[in-house]
T-cell receptor, first 112, second 114 residues
Framework: GDSVTQMEGPVTLSEEAFLTINCTYTATGYPSLFWYVQYPGEGLQLLLKATKADDKGSNKGFEATYRKETTSFHLEKGSVQVSDSAVYFCALSVNTGNQFYFGTGTSLTVIP | DSGVTQTPKHLITATGQRVTLRCSPRSGDLSVYWYQQSLDQGLQFLIQYYNGEERAKGNILERFSAQQFPDLHSELNLSSLELGDSALYFC?????????????FGPGTRLTVL
């Protein structure tokens, strides 16, 4: 069935370090891929998305490219800040049956 | 602030009881989604409504039901509650309910079943 697998956390980085959070997916049809971020005590908010293969989503210095050949949508940021500390969720939605799947979340802590 | 409101913020109840969670979508959004977030299951999609009609069903138990009203607000009803139903319940909304839509999440309702 359709699913999302993302890198286990927690991840701790120093400020200005490079971030990669891996996400791979299994899907039938033509899925859309998302990264959502959840700050403590809040709901999820969209970070970026890509709706077709080879699309690159980007926002606030974060990037992810929809790669159909490797079924991946890895999240990257060149230089993290303390304010990036949050839980990051990779998500997939499929147009067949309109189902939505989220990864288990990766907790990121950035230390000064 | 996403523009999606959920009430109540916290709910504590006993096993066997029934509760109703309420969600108001962003202005202009026609679709509402319900999710359950628990430590062991992660974030699970429960159900989606679009303009008052059920559009998609996920891992929603038979003890749970939802509806979307003409003013587009939605309610999630949980009955015969069990300890395992303790979780954070999120509502989200989007403009058209398509799988490419961005979903805007509310702050959640934390349900504790004792």
């Amino acid at each position: 069935g359709d699913s999302v697998t993302q890198m286990e956390g927690p991840v701790t980085l120093s400020e200005e370090a490079f971030l990669t959070i891996n996400c791979t997916y299994t899907a039938t049809g033509y899925p859309s891929l998302f990264w959502y971020v959840q700050y403590p005590g809040e709901g999820l908010q969209l970070l970026l998305k890509a709706t077709k293969a080879d699309d690159k989503g980007s926002n606030k210095g974060f990037e992810a490219t929809y790669r159909k050949e490797t079924t991946s949508f890895h999240l990257e940021k060149g230089s993290v800040q303390v304010s990036d500390s949050a839980v990051y969720f990779c998500a997939l939605s499929v147009n067949t049956g309109n189902q939505f799947y989220f990864g288990t979340g990766t907790s990121l802590t950035v230390i000064p | 602030d996403s523009g999606v409101t959920q009430t109540p913020k916290h709910l504590i109840t006993a096993t066997g009881q029934r509760v109703t969670l309420r969600c108001s979508p962003r202005s202009g959004d026609l679709s509402v989604y319900w999710y359950q977030q628990s430590l062991d299951q992660g974030l699970q999609f429960l159900i989606q409504y679009y303009n008052g009609e059920e559009r998609a069903k996920g891992n929603i138990l038979e003890r749970f039901s939802a509806q979307q009203f003409p003013d587009l607000h939605s309610e999630l009803n949980l009955s015969s509650l069990e300890l395992g139903d303790s979780a954070l319940y999120f509502c989200a909304s989007s403009v058209e309910g398509l799988n490419t839509d961005t979903q805007y999440f509310g702050p959640g309702t934390r349900l504790t079943v004792l």
